[in-house]
Structure formats: C-alpha cells, structure tokens
C-alpha cells in the first residue's frame, strides 16, 4: 500500500500558500493546485462548484474579506484509499479550525472584531498531481453562536470551542503502518453495520456499546452541540433526532470512506434522505422530504470508537425545509 506522501505533501503545500491568501490571491493559488474542472463541493450556501474561479467566488473571496489574519489549525491530517470505489481514490484529509479575526460581516453574520474558530472538515481527492475534488465542510451555525446570533432554539449539547483527539496524535504528516488503518476501517463498518437495536431486539445502549467506548465523545454540529458517554448521547441527540424525524429516514450512501492510523471517516452528499415529522431543530413539519450532507470523522481505540466529529449541513436542511437562516439574518440586518 502507498505510504500517500506525494499527495500529503501537495494539499499541504497548498494549504501554507491559502494561508498567506488575500481576496486578490486567492484565484492564483487555487489555479496552481487544482485541476480546471476541479468539483468542489460545499455546504449550504455555497453548494457545488466547478473550477477555482467558481470556488474563490462563492467561499475563499467573502472569507478572506471578512477575515483577516487567517490561520488554519489542524487537529486531523491523514490519508488514504477510498473504500467507497473499491479503494482508488487518493484522498488527503483534514479537520480543525480556521481561526482569524472577524472584523467585516459575512453572510449576514455580523463581525465581532474578535477570533472566530471556523470548524472545517476537508476532504481533497489527488491525481495527476492535481487536486480534482474536494468537500469543505464548515459549521456556521457554531460560528453564529461564536459571534452572539443565535438562529435556532437553544442546543441539546453543548456549544463549545472543540478540541481536536485526546491523543493529540491525528495530525499524521509521516507514513504510518498500513495495517492501523485497516483496523480503523474495520471499526467504523462495524457501526455502519450494526443493526438498528429493534431488529436486535436489545436497547440503542447496547447496541453502540458493541462498537463504542461507553466514554465516546460526539464532537456534535453547531445547532446540535457535543454530548459525552453514550447515555448522554442518547438523550443530547439520538433521542430528539428520531422524535423529531420519527417517520424515518433513507440511507444514501458515502462518496468517501477511508482510515489512516487510528483514525478515519466518511462524508456523502447527501448521506440521508430525511422524513420531518416536526419539532426536529425548532423546525415544523416541511412540505417534503429532505436531506443531510454529513461528515464523520473518528478516533479508533482498542477497536472500539472513541470519539467522533461530526459535521452536518443544517443549512441546508431546513432551507429545504422552506427556512433560510442565513436569508433571513440578511434580510433582518438589511432593516
């Protein structure tokens, strides 16, 4: 198996030259690293984009101009082969934080003039030596709340800063040993396999004590927030989800699913088709059906998981749902 550090070294080359990006530079420096038709793939607003003039447009352009002094934190690096499409794909992966100053609106978000932690989850897929496509997922219900605006009722987790692995050893720049990588793979398609605890016949506890540690940390979105043990994940999260979206939901499938070390993830687009029966986020019930862009990233522990980042498109959500947030703090700021 490849040890990954051609493609290690190129989106991290990349990633020191978006560092020193202004809006005016931003264009020249995707143009080095990316290929012409380059899909990227955004949250809500920003969606699907094809090239670098496209995505400077949509996301680096209004980030850098109300952001100044920008740092990108990392808290995960890693690489490897995407299982999704029978291991080909080359993706180079990495979380944490976009830390700058916050000193001009953007999106309707008003400027604090103070730090501002942007969590992102990025996902670049490398060939030809050429980044060719990329998932950037950014939570900016958490940096709403950063910022004092609150756009939904409040959270069933907690709102905080999140810290990257309690190990502090997700930032994996040096080839690792191939075979730690397949057991996390093997851990995270044990969850993914893991029937629904009424099928089982046992309680939803006993179902992810097969596969967690009972001291598991969900990093969980911002409109969700972070829960710790499986008993408080339960009533944080699992629980309001499957009131509010009791009629269920369809799984879609991953477009990228991968491990290195001990850690690994997955993202899709869009992992769920989701049924909203009401009360789900504040939100009532929606005209149709809608969806979750989602992304999990784990640490693996002993061959059970022991804690989990998670980002979704809430945005998107109930925008379907006929909610624009974002629209809305726009319109409100526009009075």
Same mark, same amino acid.
């Given at each position: ?14 990633? $020191? ?8 530079? =931003? ?27 496209? =995505? ?107 810290? @990257? ?20 793979? #093997? ?26 540690? $009972? ?6 979105? @911002? ?19 499957? $009131? ?25 687009? #869009? ?22 862009? =989602? ?41």
């Amino acid at each position: 198996m490849s040890d990954f550090q051609a493609e290690k070294q190129l989106v991290r080359a990349y990633h $020191d030259e978006l560092a020193l990006a202004t809006p005016d530079s =931003v264009v020249s420096i995707l143009q080095r690293y990316t290929a012409p038709d380059w899909h990227w793939r955004g949250m809500h607003p920003f969606h699907e984009q094809f090239g670098a003039e496209a =995505v400077a447009d949509v996301f680096w352009t209004p980030f850098l101009t109300a952001m100044t002094r920008v740092q990108r934190r990392s808290d995960i690096f890693m690489a490897g082969l995407n299982e999704v499409d029978g291991f080909k794909g080359r993706w180079v992966v990495q979380m944490g934080h976009l830390m700058a100053l916050f000193d001009k609106p953007y999106l309707g978000i008003l400027p604090t003039g103070k730090i501002a932690m942007l969590r992102f989850a990025e996902f670049n897929r490398v060939e030809g030596g050429r980044i060719i496509e990329t998932a950037m997922f950014v939570d900016l219900l958490h940096l709403m709340a950063q910022a004092g605006q609150f756009p939904l009722p409040p959270q069933t987790g907690a709102q905080l800063v999140q810290p @990257g692995p309690m190990t502090h050893q997700g930032v994996m720049h040096e080839r690792q040993d191939p075979a730690l990588g397949e057991r996390s793979l #093997a851990a995270i398609n044990a969850l993914l396999g893991n029937p629904k605890s009424k099928e089982l016949g046992i309680t939803e506890a006993e179902r992810l004590r097969r596969v967690w540690h $009972d001291d598991m940390i969900w990093w969980g979105p @911002g409109g969700i927030g972070a829960s710790y043990t499986i008993p408080r994940y339960l009533k944080q999260h699992s629980e309001p989800f499957s $009131d509010g979206l009791h009629t269920g939901y369809n799984f879609n499938g991953h477009l990228c699913r991968m491990a290195e070390g001990n850690f690994g993830g997955f993202f899709g687009w #869009a992992n769920l088709t989701v049924f909203n029966s009401g009360g789900y986020l504040g939100m009532t019930k929606g005209p149709a059906p809608s969806e979750m862009r =989602v992304v999990d990233l784990y640490r693996v522990q002993d061959g059970k998981l022991a804690e989990n980042w998670i980002f979704i498109d809430i945005l998107n959500y109930l925008a379907i749902q006929g909610l624009d947030v974002l629209g809305r703090m726009q319109r409100i700021r526009e009075y």
